[in-house]
């Protein structure tokens, strides 16, 4: 097996690992990145709307009204401290974009802030995109990232996926790797960021890329990390599938855009006063569920009235997709478009502090698979400032806690050779059943029987792979094995949480109670280390 080392090794190549990279870089540290893909060209952030949220001079907003809207929007149970960080960093991670070159849409000589639904100041950025089609807008964030990090020395080694993090002496002391030719490989690292984003497409719908696996929550949890907030998941209402499959920005609905059902009704004025300008993502998810369980959908989805976006924004802020609809569809003000539901974002995973350090020695995180900073539901343009802001603090943090690798000891138990090598039809079917059991129970609008029989079909799935090995093909066996532990956590925890709360609505337990709820559920390795551990910790937010 070939050994490769470096002082920080940093796993993921989007927006949070490429900001991680150039902060290790410049702090003196040889760097390292691995990527199940291109580096700046794949993950979640390249399908980004590029909206980023934050505290701006000039603006007359606050950090502490950032801070009241996160918390009140994730329902009271997100981590202050973490918020608190965010938003009193997210001027200078918007500063530092813009050193490298990143270009935002200003007006009157400043940045144009625009209000999204829930934020309570108009505080939303985006980034000017000419010349970057609107389906990977997200190139506008990590493009310069990337060349920035090329130009300072970060390595690289692309279409490459981590299977496991290898430990020494209780400390995470890199990982055990495979490429595309399927060989593994061990990179010995002084210090590890996961920065691989989430696991939307572990779910049978969702927008993100096909890597979005939940190699992050698996290889933490594996590692002995804490993670939190699983049974959060943000759905997005606003998924376009005709005249184009496109994911709608939701600053639209701040701009005038409107849903309507089949017979052109405003459906959501009936379950939220004000409508879409104050609806959060969960209420926009369920209302949408409903009216297409009640009959009311179109195609699957229901109607977005573009009609009242104004014509300045439509030649402006919203050019690249205006053109791409009126290309496919019409005039969008005369033709609405069809939306539907879509698994967008994972609010929880792994714990962390303040500088992006986990529960595990030598071992950091930042970006999606970090949870703690939105807690019951996320607002628009916090994701990519969460991973501007904890990417920067994790490579900085990782270049000072660096230490020196160990010698390789042991190679993952199942990759060891090849005794029984598991069909690569059973690793399909297994996933696709996780993908189908996961949207059937752990949905929208969830209940205890349903996440009962979602478990059920779970342990059988689990079943089909025990007493084979994946040496044969360290790829397929690393993502069926990963998409295998976290939907097991995802299902334990929202089977835990008997109440409603954010995006986790359950029919058997229809409302917010806070007496018994206002916190979080942790979850870790077991001391069997068969099946995981669950706990529920009370949180120290007061309700506003």
């Given at each position: 097996m070939e050994t490769l080392q470096t002082e920080v090794l940093i796993i993921g190549g989007g927006l949070s690992g490429l900001v991680a990279a150039v902060e290790a870089r410049r702090a003196g540290r040889d760097v390292l990145l691995v990527c199940k893909r291109k580096p700046g060209r794949s993950g979640n952030t390249i399908l980004a709307a590029c909206n980023i949220s934050g505290v701006f001079p000039g603006q007359g907003d606050t950090v502490e009204g950032f801070v009241q809207d996160t918390l009140w929007s994730g329902k009271n149970i997100a981590d202050r401290a973490l918020v608190e960080t965010m938003a009193a960093d997210s001027g200078a991670a918007i500063a530092f974009m813009q050193q490298l070159g990143v270009r935002f849409l200003e007006k009157d000589g400043r940045l144009h802030c625009r209000l999204v639904p829930g934020h309570g100041h108009p505080?939303?950025?985006?980034?000017?995109?000419?010349?970057?089609?609107?389906?990977?807008?997200?190139?506008?964030?990590?493009?310069?990232?990337?060349?920035?990090?090329?130009?300072?020395?970060?390595?690289?080694?692309?279409?490459?996926?981590?299977?496991?993090?290898?430990?020494?002496?209780?400390?995470v002391s890199g990982a055990f790797a495979a490429d595309r030719r399927r060989r593994l490989l061990h990179i010995a690292a002084g210090a590890t960021v996961l920065a691989c984003g989430g696991g939307g497409r572990i779910f049978a719908n969702s927008n993100n890329t096909r890597e979005m696996t939940g190699d992050g929550f698996a290889l933490a949890y594996q590692a002995g990390a804490v993670l939190r907030d699983l049974e959060f998941i943000q759905f997005h209402p606003a998924m376009g599938v005709s005249p184009v499959r496109v994911i709608l920005p939701t600053t639209l609905f701040g701009d005038g855009a409107v849903l309507r059902n089949r017979y052109g009704e405003r459906f959501l004025l009936s379950s939220v006063s004000g409508g879409e300008k104050v609806a959060g993502r969960d209420e926009m998810s369920r209302a949408i569920h409903h009216e297409i369980e009640e009959g009311r959908g179109v195609g699957g989805g229901v109607l977005l009235d573009l009609a009242e976006v104004s014509g300045d924004l439509a030649a402006t802020r919203y050019a690249d997709l205006w053109q791409l609809l009126s290309r496919k569809g019409g005039d969008p003000r005369s033709h609405p478009v069809t939306v539907a539901l879509a698994v967008h974002f994972i609010m929880g995973g792994v714990i962390i502090d303040r500088d992006g350090a986990t529960t595990v020695p030598g071992l950091l995180a930042a970006g999606e698979v970090v949870g703690g900073v939105h807690?019951?539901?996320?607002?628009?343009?916090?994701?990519?400032?969460?991973?501007?802001?904890?990417?920067?603090?994790?490579?900085?943090?990782?270049?000072?806690?660096?230490?020196?690798?160990?010698q390789l000891r042991e190679v993952p138990r199942g990759l060891q050779g090849p005794t029984k090598p598991c069909p690569k039809d059973t690793l399909i079917e297994v996933c696709d059943e996780i993908r189908s059991l996961l949207w059937d129970g752990a949905g929208v609008v969830r209940s205890g029987l349903l996440l009962g029989q979602a478990l059920g079909r779970w342990h059988a799935a689990s079943e089909r792979l025990s007493g084979w090995d994946g040496a044969e093909d360290p790829l397929a066996w690393s993502q069926a094995s990963n998409m295998l532990t976290v939907s097991r956590l995802i299902l334990e925890s929202a089977l835990f949480r008997c109440e409603s709360r954010g995006a986790h609505y359950r029919s058997d337990y229809p409302a917010l109670d806070d007496e018994q709820w206002l916190g979080t559920i942790q979850v870790c390795r077991g001391p069997a280390a068969m099946r995981p551990s669950v706990s529920f910790v009370r949180g120290e937010n007061e309700p506003r």
């Open positions: 505080r939303t950025i985006c980034t000017e995109r000419v010349g970057i089609p609107v389906q990977t807008a997200g190139l506008s964030l990590t493009l310069p990232l990337l060349e920035e990090a090329e130009r300072i020395g970060v390595r690289f080694l692309e279409s490459t996926t981590v299977v496991s993090l290898s430990r020494h002496a209780g400390r807690g019951a539901n996320r607002l628009g343009g916090n994701a990519l400032m969460e991973a501007l802001v904890f990417g920067r603090r994790a490579g900085v943090a990782a270049a000072s806690d660096c230490t020196e690798p160990p």
